[in-house]
């Protein structure tokens, strides 16, 4: 299975990115932001970092890539895609998800390790966890604030398109506590923490994160989704 | 490539050439304006045979300053040189006098490590002084063709309560996190230390860590002549000029130069454009030499290659492209415009070097080449502005040999024994005492700083704050790694500046040996006050004669570092603060020792002897006010037997945990070990100890607290009394304790008499820094 | 040159952080009376030629998709009278 991991300039999670796809079991396949050749992946990863330094606004400019006019196009099409943090701001300045990622409320940039409940387990990137499963990744970001007005929140609630919820602190003001969201058929998620830097024991706080990579492995092999 | 920026050159006749300089030699220049004394500027005439252009003056105003040349501690420096074993050192792969030090560390890698100040600047400006401190270190690292792996912040700052830190520390903060988190650099790890001769000038050395294979390394030298010098990165502003600009106000006309900024401005994003497109370039074979602008910009990165190298260079200024096109010439040559580099490319290389700066979007413009004249030329528009040998720019700088005299107190602070003070006895008091030295300022939980930093970028941090050291993993097939530390108890080297240094040396050394690392090298940041005052100057010297030495002794050698003077508040002096850092390997990663024991049952040692030792102690600090005393003497033949036997316990899988006694003595390593667990333990004064207070916060050096499984204690303990470590039973891990002393179902700590549960010592250590610098 | 401003702002509903310490400041600074504070941002373009309605129009889109973010700010454009 193979899964493109995008490189914008500025990006800093992709090699992080690649390396869980490829503990996952999958081949992960560089992709170049000026690019608009996907090269036959099955999925993409939008990964963290600070494209383009967070100018004008995170994710803006890097919306607008070549590589991304593509993703747009495939995405509309049922390719899955997962934005991690800056990758989850630039899905939402796409439009490919609702509402937008402001600045955390306490105006200080965080790196901790962060519990989550898992809601919506039947995407393509959440389908080895079990609903209510509570785990622990890394979060760190400075404008992970997610923000949408009350009925886009009440539809994201009403649908079951919260795809993590933030436990025990909420790091950054995101209403409603949500951590990531997903597009209604659950081929795109959007999820501020970090599960690549959950992948190994020695460096990570737990392996949690490896589901999410596994699970779109699973769901592109065609188990269980 | 667009030709060089549209500045406007000056109307000729104001331009101060070579030919005018010869023609006009009676013009006064503000030499001292820009800080050089008579003897000076008259050997700078002397070199060149007649009164140097404004240009010239400029860069030998720069080059010659304190900063840039090291004049008044070349002469001290030169023993980290040589004071070294018969036949060098093995693992020593680039010396002193490269951007950074680089040493062998196995199966092929090298790795180099370099600590840098920006003190001053982070005191007018806290977030970008400390962002452009991250921004410079990184950058050298990087020119020795590494792949910059982590970054540390070794800070201090004064009172913790006074208004001032309330701002400078946060904006450090912030600064260092937001451009070290930008570049993708983990933070693993760092100091912040409080003291009131900080106050008016805190410290802030930045650290960096880079690993490259051995045939990567590379050295800023220009070679081969004909071959081309790429200026790339950022364009060229008026950063950092300040002092300059008085002689731009001589070639301009009734306009004036536009205010000139004295502070740097960082651009992280550019930075990590940087190193990813010189690390392409790098890899791809096509540079020949290589060298960051830090310090004095142009100037200095074009003196160095050329003194480096083939010895001549010739440069077309009005190529470098620029920010603002109302430099003049002089200006351009001292900016000190962040994120920009200086590649050596042969002719038919240069094409794929334009290739891959183009791919990453970073301006790149050819600005000279190498020549054999052994001088440095730089043209403006066509006229000859500079004409210098590059080597009494770069390297020949005045080298001063300054008087020194002992400090007139150093004996009346000797006597003011901090072991005569007034002690806690009963239970309540030491309680008292314990809660109130856990939440100290230099003390207490420094999470507030250290989750502004991200520290799991590049997914290779094994160990980071608040654990002895740093470490990464720079293998992920082999597991092969380094751990890193810095420190400095600056009141031990305040009371005894020889001694001092040797137990900074030592702590760090320790540090790095309990995570399981094999010390390997040594960098330092000399942090002073003015070389001008022989007090100073002599305690300068007795420090470096100390690391020279103490280095000689553990084996390890001085591989670079930085020199930062006239570091005070008001008329007073700093303390005399040489952050030590010293850098270990490790082949396997996995087998580190953390500092968290485990779930229950482990046995307490304490390693090494405890003597009563509160001079310079963060005890006597805090609850006495005081500083005095004679300090413990270094004792590096125990310091290598500690560290053999932590390394050996490591490897082996002896140990569950580790960490070093040093500041708050054996109170704190034991509180800290027992919030990083979150599980409780009974601990007692081993016999040799017979006051709770000494066990508890003496300070001497040369000990460990280790944690022991009871299936190794045997082995363990067999093979400290065979190789002659004193080692004490003082302690057992224990989750149950809560039941026995009153407080069920929580996690206690007893030490001794007192009893006082883990929620409420870490209320106390928790709270400081939040309500000290906001929420 | 003509210049045209466009200036940016979170809507009203959007917690604004950085306003809200900007705020907290004037008080510790002595300055009172302050019922509000907001952050917003102020892009300053300068035209090659004239405003026309065309270029205009190019500036507006450029305001709605780039400048600004209208999932949480709005923006107001104005031409400024040429130096």
């Known amino acids: 299975m193979k899964i493109g991991v995008v490189t914008f300039p500025g990006s800093l999670d992709d090699r992080d990115a690649a390396r869980a796809v490829g503990l996952a079991g999958g081949d992960a396949v560089s992709l170049w932001h000026g690019d608009d050749d996907l090269k036959g992946v099955d999925a993409v990863v939008l990964p963290g970092g600070f494209s383009y330094g967070d100018y004008l606004r995170c994710g803006a400019i890097a919306r607008f890539a070549p590589v991304m006019r593509t993703i747009v196009e495939r995405a509309g099409q049922g390719l899955p895609v997962l934005g991690i943090c800056n990758g989850f701001q630039i899905l939402c300045e796409a439009h490919l998800l609702p509402g937008a990622l402001t600045r955390n409320d306490h105006l200080h940039f965080v790196c901790r390790d962060q519990r989550l409940r898992m809601e919506r387990v039947d995407t393509d990137w959440t389908n080895s966890f079990a609903v209510g499963e509570e785990i622990v990744i890394p979060l760190k970001n400075g404008e992970g604030g997610y923000v949408a007005d009350d009925a886009t929140l009440d539809r994201l609630e009403g649908d079951g398109l919260v795809v993590a919820r933030y436990l025990d602190v909420n790091p950054n003001g995101s209403r409603r506590d949500i951590a990531g969201i997903s597009n209604p058929s659950g081929t795109i998620v959007g999820l501020m923490p970090h599960p690549e830097h959950a992948v190994e024991s020695l460096t990570g706080p737990s392996t949690d994160g490896l589901g999410f990579f596994s699970s779109t492995i699973r769901s592109l092999v065609g188990i269980g989704s | 490539m667009r030709p060089g920026g549209s500045a406007t050159p000056p109307l000729s006749g104001c ?68 004071k070294q074993p018969e036949g060098g050192w093995p693992q020593l792969l680039v010396g002193i006098g490269e951007n950074a030090g680089v040493v062998d560390v196995g199966d092929g890698w090298a790795v180099t490590f370099k600590v840098e100040s920006h003190n001053h600047p982070s005191y007018v400006e806290p977030y970008q002084g400390a962002a452009t401190g991250i921004g410079g270190i990184v950058r050298d690292i990087l020119s020795m063709g590494a792949r910059p792996l982590a970054v540390m912040d070794p800070l201090r700052f004064g009172p913790a309560d006074a208004p001032d830190t309330r701002r400078v520390l946060p904006g450090v903060v912030a600064g260092i996190g937001g451009y070290g988190n930008c570049l993708g650099l983990p933070n693993i790890g760092g100091e912040i230390v409080f003291d009131a001769t900080y106050a008016g000038n805190p410290l802030v050395n930045a650290l960096c860590i880079g690993a490259m294979r051995h045939e990567d390394i590379h050295l800023a030298s220009a070679k081969g002549v004909g071959n081309l010098v790429v200026l790339y990165g950022a364009r060229t502003g008026g950063d950092g000029i300040g002092g300059v600009s008085v002689l731009a106000s001589e070639t301009f006309d009734a306009d004036g130069p536009a205010k000139r900024p004295s502070v740097q401005v960082g651009d992280p994003f550019m930075e990590k454009l940087l190193i990813e497109c010189t690390l392409d370039v790098l890899h791809a074979g096509l540079v020949e030499g290589i060298q960051d602008l830090g310090g004095a910009g142009i100037s200095c990165a074009t003196s160095e290659l050329a003194s480096n190298g083939e010895g001549g260079m010739h440069v077309h200024l009005d190529r470098v492209l620029l920010r603002d096109p109302t430099l003049s010439p002089e200006e351009i040559l001292m900016s000190e415009s962040q994120e920009r580099m200086c590649a050596v490319v042969t002719p038919d290389h240069i094409d794929a070097f334009m290739d891959i700066c183009r791919m990453w979007e970073v301006e790149a413009v050819v600005i000279g080449e190498v020549t054999d004249s052994g001088r440095l030329t730089i043209d403006w ?27 007139r107190d150093l004996d009346a602070l000797a006597a003011d024994d901090a072991n005569a003070l007034a002690r806690p006895h009963t239970a309540e008091d030491i309680r008292a005492t314990l809660l109130r030295m856990v939440a100290s300022p230099n003390l207490a939980s420094k999470s507030w700083v250290t989750s502004q930093y991200d520290r799991y970028v590049l997914g290779n941090t094994v160990l980071a704050q608040p654990e002895d050291a740093g470490m990464v993993r720079i293998d992920e097939e082999s597991g092969l790694g380094v751990a890193v530390s810095t420190d400095c108890n600056a009141r031990f080297v305040r009371l005894d500046p020889y001694e001092g240094a040797k137990l900074a040396l030592a702590e760090s050394y320790r540090n790095v040996a309990v995570t399981g690392a094999r010390p390997l090298a040594v960098t330092n940041c000399l942090n002073f006050g003015s070389p001008e005052d022989p007090e100073v100057m002599w305690t300068f010297a007795e420090v470096v004669r100390g690391l020279a030495d103490g280095c000689l002794e553990l084996g390890i050698p001085v591989t670079g570092g930085n020199v930062s003077f006239y570091n005070s508040t008001a008329d007073t002096a700093i303390l005399p603060t040489p952050v030590v850092g010293v850098l270990g390997v490790i082949d396997d990663v996995e087998r580190r020792t953390p500092m968290a024991w485990g779930p229950d049952g482990e046995i307490i040692y304490l390693l090494g002897d405890t003597r009563e030792d509160f001079a310079g102690s963060e005890w006597a600090h805090v609850m006495h006010g005081h500083l005095g005393g004679v300090p413990p003497r270094a004792d590096l033949a125990r310091e290598r037997l500690l560290a053999d036997i932590a390394i050996a316990g490591s490897r082996d899988g002896m140990l569950t945990a580790a960490h070093d006694v040093a500041d708050g003595g054996v109170a704190q390593a034991i509180v800290e070990m027992a919030l990083r667990s979150g599980v409780g333990a009974r601990v007692w004064a081993p016999d040799q100890v017979t006051d709770m207070a000494t066990f508890l916060w003496s300070e001497s050096p040369g000990r460990a607290v280790v944690v022991v499984p009871r299936s190794e204690e045997m082995r363990f303990t067999a093979m400290c009394a065979a190789r002659g470590l004193p080692a004490h039973r003082i302690g057992a891990v224990d989750s149950g304790l809560g039941a026995d002393t009153g407080y069920a179902d929580q996690q206690v700590l007893q030490m001794g008499d007192v009893v006082v549960t883990l929620a409420q010592i870490r209320e106390a250590h928790d709270a400081t820094f939040p309500a000290l610098f906001g929420a | 040159m003509p210049r045209v401003v466009v200036d940016v702002m979170l809507k009203p509903e959007i917690l604004d952080p950085q306003g809200r310490a900007v705020m907290g400041a004037f008080a510790r600074l002595d300055v009172h009376g302050v019922a509000d504070v907001r952050q917003g941002k102020r892009f300053e373009i300068t035209l090659e030629g004239e405003p026309t309605d065309e270029v205009l129009a190019g500036l507006h889109r450029m305001a709605e998709e780039l400048l600004s973010n209208p999932v949480i700010e709005s923006y107001t454009l104005r031409v400024e009278d040429a130096q």
Do not use: N
């Not at chain 2, 006064?28 to 003897?39: I, N, S, W």
């Not at chain 2, 140097?52 to 300053?65: F, G, H, K, N, R």
């Not at chain 2, 000859?384 to 020194?404: L, Q």
């Open chain 2, 381 to 407: 528009h066509g006229d000859r502005i500079v004409d210098v040998p590059p080597r009494t720019v770069a390297h020949e700088g005045p080298v001063y040999d300054r008087p020194m005299h002992r400090p």
């Open chain 2, 15 to 82: 331009l101060d050439t070579v030919d005018r300089a010869e023609s006009t030699p009676e013009v006064a220049q503000p030499y001292a304006e820009l800080g050089l004394k008579p003897d000076e500027y008259a050997r700078i005439c002397e070199i060149l045979g007649r009164r140097p252009t404004s240009s010239e003056l400029a860069m030998y105003s720069v080059m010659w300053s304190e900063h840039c040349s090291y004049k008044s501690s070349k002469v001290h420096l030169r023993q980290f040189g040589d």
